[in-house]
């Protein structure tokens, strides 16, 4: 089995063998066949193209070589966000897809299911992070509280009778009468959800009102961005408060002693 990975236009020469770059002309629009001969013949097709739409997040794209298989052509496309590996397949068509799935969800789990968990976490992501450095920079709902900060809350109002567990119950409650979709959108079988992932028809500002489908998608996209970022900063704002010992907005104090460990 002949199998060449190729990344990007720019970098095709990289990934492939210099026996075969005498092959390959300089153009970006290219199909070149290539024939190798060992204990079984084996045709393998390898086409590179590039996308001229300015608009385009990505400059060019390439496709992995279409081995001939049992006479039947399979054609593997290169992850945009990892060109150098393949994306998987299932991803196509969906809002914010970069080809990111380094670790296969995607072939093991449905997509809807995937697109609804992503935006739940992301979505709590983003409070959670307002809400972390809000109380940083000296917000406080009550003022009994002006001595604790967002670490050491996690502490003192954890527990099924404190603020923590109110906040669980009422999401608790919520994803209760969630479980039906959801468990559609995690098995194909049990048929369609009659809303789209994340869809929780929340949107009493009337944003998306008399938008056209662009528009909305563009907003789609806009949301998942944020909410992507939103589970990366809350990530990094706990890290550093904790193992840091940064606590104060915006992070940019030298800690010169160290954390008491966890």
């Known amino acids: 089995m002949l199998t060449f990975l190729v990344g990007s236009v720019s970098s095709v020469n990289a990934f492939t063998p210099m026996h075969l770059n005498n092959h390959m002309s300089s153009s970006p629009n290219q199909h070149v066949a290539l024939k190798a001969t060992e204990e079984v013949e084996t045709t393998a097709v390898m086409e590179v193209t590039s996308n001229d739409d300015s608009s385009s ?6 496709v992995l070589a279409a081995v001939e298989v049992n006479d039947e052509d399979v054609t593997y496309i290169m992850s945009e966000a990892m060109p150098w590996m393949v994306k998987q397949n299932n991803l ?3 809002i914010g897809d970069v080809g990111f799935d380094p670790f296969g969800f995607s072939d093991r789990y449905e997509m809807e ?6 935006l739940k976490h992301g979505r709590i992501g983003m409070l959670a992070w307002l809400g972390w450095v809000s109380v940083d920079a000296g917000l406080r709902v009550f003022p009994e509280w002006n001595d604790v900060n ?6 003192q109002f954890s527990g099924w009778y404190g603020p923590m567990g109110a906040l669980f119950y ?12 959801v468990g559609k959108m995690r098995v194909a079988e049990y048929g369609p959800a009659d809303r789209a992932a994340g869809d ?5 500002l009337k944003i998306l009102k008399g938008k ?3 528009e909305v998608n563009r907003m789609k996209l806009r949301e998942l961005k944020h909410a992507r970022l939103g589970m990366l900063a809350f990530s990094g704002v706990v890290v550093q408060d904790a193992m840091v010992g940064a606590n104060t907005f915006p992070y940019l104090e030298l800690v010169t002693t160290p954390p ?3």
């Open 92 to 94: 196509e068509g969906y």
């Open 113 to 118: 299911y995937l697109r609804e968990a992503e």
């Open 57 to 62: 997040s990505s400059s060019s794209t390439a």
């Open 212 to 214: 056209s489908e662009a």
């Open 200 to 204: 929780m028809n929340w949107d009493f």
């Open 260 to 262: 008491v460990p966890l």
């Open 150 to 155: 967002v670490l050491d809350a996690h502490d």
């Open 170 to 181: 009422c999401l608790g409650l919520y994803e209760v009468f969630q479980m039906r979709e």
